[in-house]
T-cell receptor, first 118, second 111 residues
Framework: GAGVSQSPSNKVTEKGKDVELRCDPISGHTALYWYRQSLGQGLEFLIYFQGNSAPDKSGLPSDRFSAERTGGSVSTLTIQRTQQEDSAVYLC????????????????FGPGTRLTVT | AQRVTQPEKLLSVFKGAPVELKCNYSYSGSPELFWYVQYSRQRLQLLLRHISRESIKGFTADLNKGETSFHLKKPFAQEEDSAMYYCALRNSSGSARQLTFGSGTQLTVLP
């Protein structure tokens, strides 16, 4: 079946502009994650949605970052007043917490959105 | 706080040589450890996890709680193993399910 998809694949924006990044998780997956992949920094957790529970926003680097997940499916990550240090690849992942396994909940990653702030 | 350290940013080996990608972690609880791989122009994907004790594509990794390590090994590297490898940790209990990643090691297998 279809995997996690993200759009756009590339986004170039001017410093100070707002951007929205979209993630379509695998159908039926209840958990959705956003990570940021910066050059030489590895992957950094941003936010986690699980079903109808309140999201875990502990990884968001500043209040310029926010995310929504509508209807338990599609998610949008919004960055307001972008800064050059926001340039990175933003990855979305989803997992199926209802798999019944007591371990695993493998996360399936999307192709990412490469954001460049000029 | 949990942390994953991959000390080597770059690693080059010749085809057929053994390869070991190092991963150390710090975590006070009982962690789940994973290796993820990202081949050129492909998305990040799970390679293996410690709990399943599996060998994938000839790679193995043993969790050493005494040394807090989860090194990835392969006895005979192949050119198609060239990729970016990330070690990751997750809390095995509680509600936090996100992964904590290391900074990654770029493996190049030379012909």
């Amino acid at each position: 079946g279809a995997g996690v998809s993200q759009s756009p694949s590339n986004k170039v924006t001017e410093k100070g502009k707002d951007v929205e990044l979209r993630c379509d998780p695998i159908s039926g997956h209840t958990a959705l994650y956003w990570y940021r992949q910066s050059l030489g920094q590895g992957l950094e957790f941003l936010i986690y949605f699980q079903g109808n529970s309140a999201p875990d926003k502990s990884g968001l680097p500043s209040d310029r970052f926010s995310a929504e997940r509508t209807g338990g499916s599609v998610s949008t990550l919004t960055i307001q007043r972008t800064q050059q240090e926001d340039s990175a690849v933003y990855l979305c992942a989803s997992s199926d917490r209802t798999s019944g396994r007591t371990w695993g909940y493998e996360q399936y990653f999307g192709p990412g959105t490469r954001l460049t702030v000029t | 706080a949990q942390r994953v350290t991959q000390p080597e940013k770059l690693l080059s080996v010749f085809k057929g040589a053994p390869v070991e990608l190092k991963c150390n972690y710090s975590y006070s609880g009982s962690p789940e450890l994973f290796w993820y791989v990202q081949y050129s122009r492909q998305r990040l994907q799970l390679l293996l996890r410690h709990i399943s004790r599996e060998s994938i594509k000839g790679f193995t990794a043993d969790l050493n709680k005494g040394e807090t390590s989860f090194h990835l090994k392969k006895p005979f590297a192949q050119e198609e193993d060239s990729a970016m490898y990330y070690c990751a940790l997750r809390n095995s209990s509680g509600s936090a399910r996100q992964l904590t990643f290391g900074s990654g090691t770029q493996l190049t297998v030379l012909p």
